[in-house]
């Protein structure tokens, strides 16, 4: 049993965004970049297990966990013991230069927790999208090909190849171009929307049809597919498709990358999504969000061959791996490894799901209700249509804010609600943040 140092309670004790958050937005207004957005301006003071506590005392059920990163919990014990030993220790030595062990511990971990049982390297970045741009350069050097394809509705972050390689330009891209070339988008399975109505097999045929006509197989270096699409919205692609391209990729000389910062590390009740189609091993994974407890740290983890494929110094970075991000990630993998976490996103499915599907069935504004373990979403639609309702996510999204839940939205059309809890959130604290979004759907 988690013993928690902040009650696992929702309380609302002011107006939201109360004063002292007000003051502080007022200064933030000053000070910081207006091109930084900001969901809700309440300004948090501390945070435990799924609770997070605002400046105004405000007690929040937290279901978004800074974008599916605290995935162990806020302040997990282990990762506090595990980073205040290390800060007293060693804070950085830059692993190029002199290195350490925590840096080789985790891509030990790494290779033996990610997909495939081939013999693997892993190489240790900042962010997501820096895993995600090292993913790509390497694919590259491996196999002496250029251009990539990606997804429609995927997200991989925000430096510039990343920004050409996401599909919404609004808010990530616009104005900000031109990007990096060499990226081409491709049709996506996406079962509640797909025009045409394919299964994985056809959806697959469709993309990679595309991508021989459009690119040409000896041209691609890399496929970069999210297993489920984060910011796209949970999108679960149709069984089969992940395996179909991967596949073709195979008998093409094509690296398959699967983008897991969002999906990665237990999020959906197995260490990586991809597990859920165990026919699709792809070849490199790039990993971030929940790897480190809320420290700063990503990964891509891989087929050796192609992890090797760059000469000495190509890839790594000033603080790649810092030892006290990596001691907090050894702690994070240690405490999936000891049994409990996976479980714990199962469940968090199992309550999700069967709640969600009741409410589907008393409000026609629930499209769908999709995603794996704690990784759940709800498509809102205009009722009686598939036409995207983002006014009702607005709505719903203030409504919880207002009574003390967190909520983030998703979807190339807003129009989706996701759910991204601590994997430690209780049952009953997920119903009590359920029952304020209950009352907002019935308030729509
Ligand atoms: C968040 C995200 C990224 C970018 O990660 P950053 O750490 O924000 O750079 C890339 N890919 C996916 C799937 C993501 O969800």
Not at 351 to 357: N, S, W
């Amino acid at each position: 049993m988690v013993e928690f140092s902040i009650a696992q309670e929702r309380k609302i004790v002011s107006a939201i965004p109360g004063p002292k958050s007000k003051e502080l937005q007022a200064r933030r207004l000053k000070a910081v970049s207006h091109g930084v957005g900001a969901a809700l301006p309440i300004y948090i003071e501390k945070a435990n297990g799924a609770i997070v506590v605002d400046v105004d005392g405000n007690h929040f059920i937290d279901l978004g966990s800074g974008i599916g990163v605290v995935s162990i919990g806020h302040t997990n014990q282990g990762v506090i013991d595990a980073v205040s030993h290390q800060v007293g220790q060693l804070t950085h030595t830059l692993f190029t230069v002199t290195p350490y062990e925590q840096y080789v511990e985790v891509c030990e971990l790494l290779n033996k927790h990610t997909p495939g049982d081939f013999e693997k390297r892993s190489a240790l970045f900042n962010s997501g999208s820096e895993a995600v741009e090292n993913a790509v350069k390497l694919a590259r050097k491996f196999t002496k090909r250029g251009e990539i394809a990606v997804f429609d509705h995927g997200y991989h972050g925000r430096t510039n190849l990343t920004m050409a390689m996401n599909f919404k330009a609004m808010p990530y891209g616009s104005g900000f171009g031109p990007f990096a070339p060499g990226v081409t988008h491709v049709p996506m399975s996406y079962p509640f929307r797909d025009p045409e109505g394919l299964t994985g097999p056809e959806a697959a045929a469709r993309a990679i049809n595309y991508m021989d006509k459009r690119i040409g197989a000896e041209n691609l270096a890399a496929i970069v597919i999210e297993p489920i699409q984060g910011e796209g919205g949970f999108i679960v692609p149709a069984p089969g498709f992940l395996t179909e391209l991967a596949n073709w990729a195979k008998a093409n000389g094509i690296v398959v990358i699967a983008d897991e910062v969002q999906a990665g590390i237990a999020r959906t009740g197995q260490w990586f999504a991809s597990e859920y189609e165990p026919t699709f091993v792809p070849d490199l994974v790039t990993i971030a969000k929940g790897i480190a407890g809320g420290m700063v740290l990503s990964a891509v983890t891989g087929r050796a061959d192609i992890m090797d494929a760059s000469h000495p110094g190509g890839i790594g970075g000033t603080f790649g791996g810092n030892p006290v991000s990596a001691a907090a990630a050894v702690s994070v993998l240690k405490q999936i490894e000891a049994g409990g976490v996976l479980e714990n996103a199962q469940r968090i499915e199992k309550t999700l799901k069967t709640r969600l599907a009741e409410l589907a069935t008393k409000y026609p504004v629930i499209g769908e209700v999709r995603g794996r373990g704690a990784m759940v979403a709800i498509e809102f639609v205009e009722a009686g249509t598939r036409n995207p309702n983002k006014t009702a996510v607005d709505k719903l999204v203030a409504h919880c804010h207002q009574n003390g839940v967190l909520v983030l939205n998703a979807g190339t059309h807003y129009n989706v609600i996701r759910f991204l809890p601590p994997l430690v959130i209780s049952d009953e604290l997920l119903n009590d943040a359920l029952d304020v979004l209950e009352a907002g759907l019935a308030a729509l």
